[in-house]
């Protein structure tokens, strides 16, 4: 499906003098780059965008988005960006002849706003509007936003300064060509240029659904307030990984995701994050093995802190679309290896008083109970997902593992570590060998 | 599809007397299971199987198999199990109303052959007859199969005495209800209570086409000879995995094969065998860390040995049908265990003269890279399959691995086969990381 983007405007009240509201980053990302590419997530290849403010700043840029993601870029000019926004769809009548998406280039939305949309059947329907009826939304700019009331699933009324609403417009929308024809009406009749205009008069024909986004993300970034409410609205997405163990969920993810914020602003890949902190618990590892206290309290720290760091790749990776199964995979690799040298380490620190065959044993059975986790667990959760539906249960994944580390270095009982290390990681493993057990 | 199974002769060639020739076992399997494991494979799940000499040991076996695999078998009796085989064919024409595969409970075959003939449209045609067209096949018997002539597809001549013939009747046919008639006419006109006579019939009306089985295994078992030629036959095919890496290849499947035929008649399953290759290594582990040259030495042997005997288990899987995800998993976790288990008894044997970090930090290494190189195979695997489609290349997986080590341990070389193994398997993963890496 084609889909409209209006990024004409001038956006006084979030850009300075002179710039491009459209090209504001976000998370080290531009405005209109990340409505294109959450739309991608949405199977959408296909980008008609209308520019006009700046907009020689706009489109080298969008020519050369379009270069890097593979898809079809084409470009609309309104030199009127001043006049209403119903102008900047207008242009765009000449290039859609079928059902298409309407966005707007300064709005943030869940790409499952625009999968539903397009399941919608427009049959008579001119235009559906995605709607938020969630009337407490906080991101919601009371003053700015756009009413709407609708009945039984159509658009009843539209516009800023309604006094009886249900719902608000979030600027995503399913059209059919006749939204143009509506238009034209709209200024020639009433001399109202805006799209509300448009869809207003369509409404009084019966001809725009609703569709309820069903309390879903979506922020209009229309100062500098919204823009710092997006950044850690998305921020706070990356804090609900299903996948993350309690040491991740309570301790690393909430400091991660602030360090995460300032990565973003710089062209440091997640690759690179991956390799930041691997060098961390490779260093934390050689302090370990250094010997004496002081060291080993260093390591400990350095060590939790590069598991800290640990989270950010996949943060930066989901917050600038950056993510790949090999960028997992890699990260996976590194992880493993760190893990490995970390145990290691405290094994050499453990044994430099003498050769001890219980801390040599300890520390041979912590590596490989570490390892036999990781390696058991994606065939684990596949085996459980399919006997035991609810069958979730607590995760004794790496976080817990350097927690461990840590606390065993501050504390000085490098032997105990190893050991609880030891125990823990072999008995689970065995555990799910137990539990996934079948009779073949 | 529903699947017509003769079972009712009395197979006097191969049976002793007394015996049940359906039930008779070839690697462990009764014929008649292996007939329908294999249809099982090709979705068949519905089995009317006509039973006569000593039916009553062939049909409660059959109840209990068809309870154990979830499938449904109907008995056909056939009280006249002397006559010509067209006779047990027509008992079941009450029951199939529709087109049905015939198949031969002393017939093994490749399941692949059920699938391409359930392709068949037949149309107006009556039956369609799996052939086989390699002349030289020596598995068939010449002086006992059923010779065909066909031309442009159809079948023109069919007998055990045919002199000018190009095919071999497989005994694998899709049939439709039309064969019943064909064999009620070939016996009152002709006399011929043959299931031949009956196809014959429908050969001279054009309604018998055939489907070259291109090359794929079947074997009719009639005698003793045939018995052992299929057992043969069926441990070839175990031979050739592609995943095998050299000394697998070369050495240790040609012998585990040959180990696997006399487990198969054991009621032992793969996961034990799983667990006796696994305490196999453990042992060896032990003799290394035991110290001396003499313990060292047997420990290489008995590793060697372990890793022949790590693959009857899937070979016995593959041969008694009890193949799982779980025993899968279970096995390569176990192999991780003995894997790191053996390289730390190697460690501790060179260990013992006194505490040396080269010696320390090589096994700790050689314990890590051989992880990796597991850890990192399937996704590897699964990313070069998409980048390179023919980059396959030298596999450096666990065969080679312990063969290392039993080298290591017969040249007393301990702490050279340790640094070895170090630089390969970390060499490898890091190759992998390198070749796999995109810009994510």
Known sequence: MKCLILAAGQGSRLSRKGD?????PLLGIPLIERAIRSAMQADIAEFYIVSGYNGEQVRPFLDGLATRCGITVIHIINDDYKLDNGVSVLKAKEYLSEPFLLLMADHLFDPGILRDLMKQSPDRIAVTLAIDTHMANELVDMDDVTRVRHENGK????????????????GIFLCTPSLFEALEHSATDQGDTTLSGGVRRLAGEGRVNVLDIDGRFWLDVDDPRALNQGE?????????K???????????RPISVRISRILCRFPITPNQISLLSFSGSLLAAALFA????????????????????????????????????????FDAVLDRYADAF??????????AGGP??????????AIIGSFMLSYTADKYDHLMRRRFVSGKGWRMGRDVR???????????????????????????????VWVSRDRG
Not at 155 to 170: E, R
């Open 232 to 240: 850690r609205a998305l921020l706070n997405q990356l804090r609900d």
């Open 155 to 170: 658009l009843v009324a539209i516009g800023k300064g309604l006094a009886d609403f249900n719902g608000f417009d979030t």
């Open 242 to 252: 299903p996948n993350d163990g309690p040491v991740s969920g309570y301790l690393n």
């Open 356 to 365: 001890d065959s219980l801390v040599l044993f300890a520390g041979f059975l």
């Open 342 to 351: 970390l145990l290691f380490g405290l094994t050499w620190h453990a044994i």
């Open 290 to 329: 250094m010997g004496g206290y002081p060291a080993l309290a260093a390591g400990g720290v350095l060590a939790q802190f590069a598991s800290i760091i640990d989270g950010c790749d996949g943060e930066v990776a989901r917050i600038k679309f950056l993510e790949s199964d090999y960028g997992r995979w």
């Open 402 to 432: 350097v927690f461990l580390i840590f606390l065993g270095a501050l504390l000085n009982q490098p032997l105990a570590i190893l050991v609880l290390i030891a125990v823990l990681m072999n008995a689970e493993t065995i555990r799910r």
């Open 20 to 24: 491009s509201k459209p090209l504001i």
